[in-house]
């Protein structure tokens, strides 16, 4: 199987999943359309606009940049502490503000969903796009002309993606969709956490920071361990992080779900047993 139909198969991928999960959680299971779209939304200006830009700021402009990225450990605090605070936030944000009138507590999980699948799409599917056109332009002999107007630090980085990707491997390509439908699993967990950090009648703040940190873990331990393990053994490790985050995330909302309802009969059939005669 050549590189193109590798990178097409890896495009499909990150189109049908998006598409066949909020199917199922429409459809079969009878989730809201519009925290799937607030989701997608959230993830574009929070990490695709905002974060981005911070990056720019940090790891461009700034002095500390160079040290940043020189430094292992540095750069998996830097990465994990950037995505826990900007994607956190954005939920937190979405749930307080936009989606602050839903009482329904599987808004959180479509929501999840939502934002997984928009960087599933980004990653993939938009990233398949611009790989395609990378490779169709060193089949056309772009290098020679890119070699009389650009610098040579652009130039070394263009060879460097058309290198990547001639000797990428169609595991590694399967590995990259596996790497998506991880996160998927832990946003919908850590979206579940960061519901009931504000649904009303539950509200406990804490719940926000115990999703950051587990975000920041999952970061974390990414980024540092990516050049020192093998591929395969990473994405396992990273599959099984998020389905802990999930795991968790299911048994706040089985916690909380129930105390919501408990609290909301109890309001409107109060306990009189206790009251003096």
């Not at 491997?169 to 996160?183: D, H, K, N, P």
């Not at 539950?202 to 393990?229: E, I, N, P, R, S």
């Amino acid at each position: 199987m050549n590189v193109q139909t590798m990178v097409f198969v890896q495009g499909i991928a990150g189109g049908v999943i998006p598409l066949l999960l909020f199917l199922v959680l429409w459809k079969k299971f009878g989730m809201k359309r519009l925290p799937f779209l607030v989701g997608a939304l959230t993830w574009v200006i929070f990490v695709s606009i905002l974060e981005s830009l911070v990056h720019s700021l940090v790891l461009v402009m700034s002095p500390a940049g160079a040290v940043i990225q020189k430094n292992l450990l540095l750069y998996a605090l830097y990465g994990g502490l950037m995505a826990a605070l900007f994607e956190e936030t954005g939920r937190f944000f979405a749930f307080k503000l936009i989606l602050k009138d839903h009482s329904d507590d599987k808004s959180g999980i479509m929501y999840g969903a939502g934002h997984g699948s928009m960087e599933c799409v980004t990653v993939l599917f938009i990233g398949a796009i611009n790989n395609l056109v990378v490779l169709a332009m060193a089949e056309s002999g772009y290098i020679e002309e890119l070699r009389l107007t650009a610098d040579a630090a652009t130039i070394a980085q263009y060879e460097a993606v058309v290198d990547q990707l001639q000797n990428a491997t169609f595991a590694q390509f399967l590995m990259g969709i596996l790497e998506r439908m991880s996160a998927i699993i832990a946003h919908i967990g850590l979206s579940i956490i960061v519901w009931f950090s504000v649904k009303e009648n539950v509200g406990k703040k804490w719940l926000l920071g115990l999703a950051m940190g587990l975000h920041f873990l999952l970061d974390f331990v990414t980024v540092l361990l990516q050049d020192k393990l093998d591929i395969a053994v990473l994405e396992i490790l990273i599959l099984v992080l998020s389905i802990g985050i999930a795991f968790i995330g299911l048994q706040v909302f089985k916690q909380n779900h129930v105390e919501a309802v408990q609290k909301k009969d109890e309001k409107q059939f109060p306990d009189f047993k206790n009251l003096g005669a």
